[in-house]
């Protein structure tokens, strides 16, 4: 199984600045990877596939980079309705696998 | 309107058996990749098992052998047959769509069922 390890589990940022999340697979999962948001009590929404190509009406802000086993998210200038967590996932292998997640709060 | 909405959710006794249901509106859930995926109280997002348009199907370990995925075409709809239940399976259980681009993230998800499995 391949592990997705995200990093920092908690990021504390004020609006209008940067957030760069990052997401780590055990092994290669080429560019297969995805990125959720999740806000409480909401199902998660697909931000971003095959790692750097943004799902229909995700915002410019939102850009993901990387390929093999390291990711990153970046929120070029937060707005109050990013603060969520926020989730990774590869597809490359079975089992699919997401990592832990990452909550971006409000600093 | 691409819409998800599961049931048949609720409090299990251990070894008990759920079958959780997801209407479909919107699209046809046969021409689609179909997804189960779970998430504990407080915790992360676990992907519990796929069915292919062409009617593959394919489970996580940790529920293989216990549950079956399945779809009803004439009524558009996915189901997740749950059978020996555990407490470890308690969590919210979503439906969610293979986006076409990628089929295997997700780029419709209902609003998730919860599963409670306690004596």
């Known amino acids: 199984e391949i592990v997705m390890t995200q990093s920092p589990a908690t990021l504390s940022v004020s609006p209008g600045e940067r957030a760069t999340l990052s997401c780590r697979a055990s092994?290669?999962?080429?560019?297969?990877l995805a990125w959720y948001q999740q806000k409480p009590g909401q199902a998660p929404r697909l931000l971003i596939y095959?790692?750097?190509t943004r799902a229909t009406g995700i915002p410019a802000r939102f850009s993901g980079s990387g390929s093999g086993t390291e990711f990153t998210l970046t929120i070029s200038s937060l707005q109050s309705e990013d603060f969520a967590v926020y989730y990774c996932q590869q597809y490359n292998n079975w089992p699919l696998t997401f990592g832990q997640g990452t909550k971006v709060e409000i600093k | 309107e691409v819409q998800l909405v599961e049931s048949g959710g609720g409090l299990v006794q251990p070894g008990g058996s759920l079958r959780l249901s997801c209407a479909a509106s919107g699209f046809t859930v046969s021409s689609n990749y179909m997804s189960w995926v779970r998430q504990a109280p407080g915790k992360g997002l676990e992907w519990v098992s796929v069915i292919y348009s062409g009617g593959s199907t394919y489970y996580a370990d940790s529920v293989r052998g216990r549950f079956s995925i399945s779809r009803d075409t004439s009524k558009n709809t996915l189901y997740l047959q749950m059978n020996s239940l555990r407490a470890e399976d308690t969590a919210v259980y979503y439906c969610?769509?293979?986006?076409?681009?990628?089929?295997?993230?997700?780029?419709?998800w209902g609003q998730g069922t919860l599963v409670t499995v306690s004596s």
């Open positions: 969610a769509r293979g986006f076409s681009g990628s089929p295997l993230s997700f780029d419709y």
């Open positions: 095959g790692a750097s």
């Open positions: 092994q290669s999962v080429s560019s297969n």
